[in-house]
């Protein structure tokens, strides 16, 4: 009998990809704490009050309320929001941000995953729209994988490494003040699935 190949996902919203992400979370890395290297990293970070954009099925609202960091989560995808309130945690549709969440609240906006799924003109506007969230001072931080993490999912277009993610930083009017490969160096990127760039920035001053 001819074996049916599973559609290829072409979409973060939707059912599917939910459960992709789910199908992830599996027994042993909840056992072995496979996120503490994260979650530490996370801590260093000094984040203050996160809005968490495309925070997907909750892995780093789950991170962050580990170590009491305060966040909302922020996602296109219905069902992945469904599961993010089912554990607890605040997250919202992105067209249906309620009337507490307003301008000038948020310490750190937190985009992680998410502009590899999406052009740099369409990540640059995604970014503009939350910015008046963030409070005068507060900073950007922007995680995405590297070669081999990038390679795992097919919902990744745009390789976003240290240059383009400082180069959109820039048009944003962001000031870069830390950027670094973790957990491992730089090089393991190309073999280590979960290998990232981390880019910080603040608002340049006028």
Not at 16 to 28: E, G, I, P, Q
Not at 179 to 184: K, R
């Amino acid at each position: 009998m001819k074996r049916m190949n599973k559609p290829k996902l072409t979409t973060t919203k939707g059912q599917a990809y939910k459960d992709r992400l789910t199908s992830k979370d599996v027994w042993w890395k909840r056992y072995f704490d496979v996120q503490r290297p994260y979650r530490n990293n996370l801590n260093s970070l000094n984040l203050g009050y996160v809005l968490d954009v495309g925070c997907g099925i909750g892995r780093n609202l789950t991170n962050m309320s580990k170590l009491n960091i305060a966040a909302v989560g922020v996602d296109h995808n219905q069902f992945a929001i469904d599961h993010v309130t089912s554990m607890g945690f605040q997250a919202y549709n992105v067209e249906e941000l309620p009337a507490h969440i307003t301008e000038n609240s948020f310490d750190t906006l937190l985009i992680s995953h998410v502009l590899e799924h999406m052009p740099v003109d369409d990540a640059i506007s995604l970014i503009e729209g939350y910015l008046p969230y963030l409070k005068t001072n507060g900073q950007i931080v922007v995680i995405t994988p590297q070669e081999a993490g990038f390679r795992s999912d097919p919902t990744h277009i745009e390789f976003i490494d240290f240059e383009k993610t400082q180069q959109i930083l820039q048009q944003l009017k962001f000031t870069t003040t830390r950027s670094y490969s973790f957990p491992l160096p730089r090089f393991a990127g190309h073999f280590f699935t979960h290998n990232e760039f981390v880019v910080v920035g603040n608002l340049t001053s006028e």
